[in-house]
């Protein structure tokens, strides 16, 4: 038990540590390729920081813990719309004013109910897996347009700004984005074999492990980078980290997951866990997408999708308790 929990921390560590260098080492190398930077914001940064949980769930998978590979998809997306986004809005009220974001916002709502759907039964089939890795390239091949198509955009604006401020030489990239991939990989493993035997050691479902301490902890490299823009002003970076990583989880990782392996798992997915993120990615909907003027998130509404995941959180823990 000590020795997976150690595992675990370091893989934890090494996992955030990794996710931030490839991110940067991808941007950066993307920019000296002449590569428009909404595309950089929108795809490749997308990528990258979707990059933990998409190979954590692939290697929970394959290795037969389906709870662990569902609940880090699913975990990860209430985590970053209640966790970070609430932190976010707390530190500084987050404007909507990227015409791309407001797109995407009504199409994660779509997505969120795909997935919704596809759990019904509670089982992802390699049927649905294939749906969903379908969907998703289809959206990529959205975001190529709009990322190709568009002159100007507020989120495109913030990214080249970023670019420039933190600008490294192309070797240098090309290093970050290598080195930073295979530790991915290497601590990607070590996560999830520590959290599968920190799960037995204490007796509880993989998809609790999966869902709270995996799911924050792939979350990392969202949250910092969320909060760091927050405060530079750039919400749409902020808004913008949060959306690519839901339909990149939602679709890329439970697709590529499901695609492994079929994944089974309790009722208690769809009744508890799908619904909590649905509600959440319509609440986020009903705020970002502007019914009402402003477009903004503001400190009362990131308190209440704050206090959306405590109580979720706090609701997981006692039905372990409870449970055992």
């Given amino acids: 038990m000590a020795v997976a929990f150690v595992t675990f921390v370091i893989g934890l560590v090494l996992l955030v540590w990794s996710a931030d260098r490839f991110v940067e080492g991808s941007a950066s190398a993307a920019r000296y390729f002449g590569i428009p930077t909404l595309l950089i914001g929108m795809v490749i940064v997308g990528f990258g920081t979707s990059a933990p949980e998409m190979l954590v769930s692939a290697l929970a998978a394959s290795q037969g813990s389906p709870g662990i590979a569902l609940g880090n998809a699913y975990g990860s997306n209430i985590t970053n719309i209640g966790l970070i986004l609430g932190l976010t809005a707390l530190v500084s009220p987050i404007t909507v004013r990227s015409q791309v974001l407001r797109k995407e916002l009504p199409i994660l709502t779509a997505v969120t109910a795909l997935a919704a759907w596809q759990l019904w039964d509670g089982e992802i089939t390699r049927i649905d897996a294939v749906i969903l890795l379908m969907v998703f390239g289809g959206l990529m091949v959205w975001a190529i347009r709009e990322g190709l198509g ?175």
């Fill in 150 to 324: 568009k002159t100007e955009d507020v989120l495109g604006s913030e990214i080249e700004q970023e670019l420039t401020i933190r600008a490294i030489p192309i070797r240098r990239s090309i290093l970050w984005l290598i080195v930073g991939l295979l530790v991915l990989i290497a601590s990607s493993r070590m996560l999830v074999w520590g959290a599968a035997e920190i799960a037995r050691g204490l007796g509880v479902s993989d998809l609790i492990i999966g869902l709270t301490i995996v799911a924050v902890g792939t979350s990392l490299p969202e949250l910092v980078s969320s909060i760091i823009a927050a405060r530079k002003g750039e919400h749409d970076i902020a808004l913008g980290n949060v959306l690519g990583s839901n339909l990149f989880n939602t679709l890329a990782v439970v697709g590529l997951a499901g695609a492994i392996r079929p994944l089974s798992v309790g009722p208690e997915v769809f009744n508890r866990d799908i619904l909590v993120m649905a509600a959440l990615t319509l609440s986020l909907f009903a705020i970002g997408y502007g019914f009402w003027l402003p477009r903004r998130i503001n400190r009362i509404e990131g308190a209440l999708l704050l206090a959306c995941y405590v109580g979720y959180t706090v609701y997981l823990i006692i039905s372990v308790y409870a449970g055992s």
